[in-house]
């Protein structure tokens, strides 16, 4: 494996998308030799990245944004970054519902990957989340 | 995959609910739509078994934690069927492990069932549901 490779995937921005995302990462992370249970993991955990950004969405938005999935399989971690376009608010200002807490979406993904952060734009919304390969034995 | 999910009637007034596959912020409104027609038609006592999920989010916790809220509403409440190592952490981290009441198969929920009636679909440290027969 080169030091690092990038693996990307871009869909509308829609629920029943999730599932092909799921795949994606799912061959990423068993590529990369992740136990079963850290597969499992990281599915879920960008399966919330995604609601996490799917229910942002501003609903005045007329089109459907793209959502991108970036996987950069490093040599001892998996970063991901989900991210999708949205538009700027009236004001110019980042998205203030972007701040609110994510309940337990949030929660589930902080516990089950190694690093989760949001970043915002003011045209993106975006998750980088990172898992760690464990040691090998 | 995507969800199934397939009623039976335990009662008059309660429902084994047995989803398969996953649980999704796509398919999750089926949950929630399933539990409410069961409860306007009579239904207030659940039992949700995931031994078949494959993948339940937290849209899929919200839909099991409102309906919950609407079984007891109506005096009732909503217990789980789950031994998935997996999914059982993900009740723990959620802290929702203290609010349902968890049983490995639905053999032990009978079992329950017949020493204590409805109470066996509320958690046992949590005041359940009214005490009446379903």
């Known amino acids: ?137 | 995959m995507e969800l199934q999910i397939l009623r039976r009637n335990l009662g008059p007034e309660a429902s084994l609910i047995e989803l398969v596959g996953e649980v999704d912020i796509y398919t999750s409104p089926r949950l929630k739509a399933t539990l409410q027609e069961a409860l306007e038609t009579g239904i207030r006592y659940f039992l949700v078994s995931l031994e078949r999920v494959e993948m339940l989010d937290s849209t899929g916790l919200g839909a099991l934690v409102g309906g919950r809220a609407r079984a007891r509403e109506r005096g009732g409440d909503l217990a789980l069927v789950c031994a998935q190592g997996r999914l059982l952490r993900l009740l723990q981290i959620t802290g929702l492990r203290h609010i349902f009441r968890v049983y490995p198969d639905e053999e032990h929920f009978l079992a329950a069932y017949r020493a204590e009636g409805v109470a066996a679909f509320s958690h046992p440290v949590i005041a359940g549901g009214s005490n009446d027969a379903p």
């Open chain 1, 1 to 137: 494996m080169p030091p690092e490779a990038l693996v990307s995937l871009r869909v509308p921005g829609l629920p029943e998308y999730l599932l092909v995302v799921r795949l994606m990462v799912s061959g990423v992370a068993t590529r990369m030799n992740f136990p079963a249970e850290a597969v499992e993991d990281i599915k879920l955990a960008v399966s919330e990245a995604c609601t996490f950004l799917l229910e942002r969405r501003r609903p005045s938005a007329q089109e459907v944004p793209p959502l991108e999935v970036r996987c950069h399989l490093q040599e001892q971690a998996l970063a991901i970054e989900v991210e999708m376009e949205s538009p700027p608010s009236p004001s110019g200002s980042p998205a203030a519902e972007a701040l609110e807490p994510a309940g337990l979406g949030m929660l589930i993904m902080q516990c089950i990957m190694d690093e989760v952060e949001i970043l915002e734009t003011a045209s993106s919304l975006s998750l980088r989340m990172m898992k760690r390969l464990p040691p090998a034995e």
